[in-house]
T-cell receptor
Framework: AQTVTQSQPEMSVQEAETVTLSCTYD???????LFWYKQPPSRQMILVIR??????QNATENRFSVNFQKAAKSFSLKISDSQLGDTAMYFC????????????FGTGTRLKVLA | EPEVTQTPSHQVTQMGQEVILRCVPI?????FYWYRQILGQKVEFLVS????????KSEIFDDQFSVERPDGSNFTLKIRSTKLEDSAMYFC???????????FGEGSWLTVV
């Protein structure tokens, strides 16, 4: 079975500092997508960043970047220059490129950015 | 920027009542999904829909649930006889191309009392 594990239920970071959220996954698939979604208090799910497993280069999106280690099945999210608006629940998600339509989500990490 | 819209944002219903949650996916998207999130828990897949039929469903999506695309824009989730444990946030999502990135709506918060 495919699983996604986020081992940090809660984290906090000072404004302007950098924080890294961990995610590991388990799959026998060789091709898949990985995502980080943000869920602020409004509860909307907002895409932060996406990575295709066949790409060796780590995805970046402004202050957000990932460290994708395929062999280790690890997909961490780094937030640089943290802002108060980054306070949210962050979910890691996985989806194979074929065979299923569903995304599998981790249990989330609640991030609080402190002023 | 185009977005997925959902109505209602919040609905309270009596146990045993039927509920319909509505979604308008992004206009050029072809794949549609419903996910749910029970308070404090992770987001769970319910069903995917493509070409006017269910393409995949989870074990959660039993006979009490159904989906429909009654016209060219709306995508609905019906719960026939709600139970207390159906209380959750229900997210509609769509994507243009299976395997691409899915975009979520803002969710419909369902409370069954």
């Amino acid at each position: 079975a495919q699983t996604v594990t986020q081992s940090q239920p809660e984290m906090s970071v000072q404004e302007a500092e950098t924080v890294t959220l961990s995610c590991t996954y388990d799959t026998s698939e060789s091709n898949y997508y990985l995502f980080w979604y943000k869920q602020p208090p409004s509860r909307q799910m907002i895409l932060v960043i996406r990575q295709e497993a066949y790409k060796q280069q780590n995805a970046t999106e402004n202050r957000f970047s990932v460290n994708f280690q395929k062999a280790a099945k690890s997909f961490s999210l780094k937030i640089s220059d943290s802002q108060l608006g980054d306070t949210a629940m962050y979910f890691c998600a996985f989806r194979p490129t074929s065979g299923t339509y569903k995304y599998i989500f981790g249990t989330g990490t609640r991030l609080k950015v402190l002023a | 920027e185009p977005e997925v819209t959902q109505t209602p944002s919040h609905q309270v219903t009596q146990m045993g009542q039927e509920v319909i949650l509505r979604c308008v996916p992004i206009s050029n998207h072809l794949y549609f999904y419903w996910y749910r999130q029970i308070l404090g828990q992770k987001v769970e897949f319910l069903v995917s829909f493509y070409n006017n039929e269910i393409s995949e469903k989870s074990e959660i999506f039993d006979d009490q649930f159904s989906v429909e695309r009654p016209d060219g824009s709306n995508f609905t989730l019906k719960i026939r006889s709600t139970k207390l444990e159906d209380s959750a946030m229900y997210f509609c999502a769509s994507d243009q191309d299976s395997g691409n990135t899915i975009y979520f709506g803002e969710g419909s918060w369902l409370t069954v009392v």
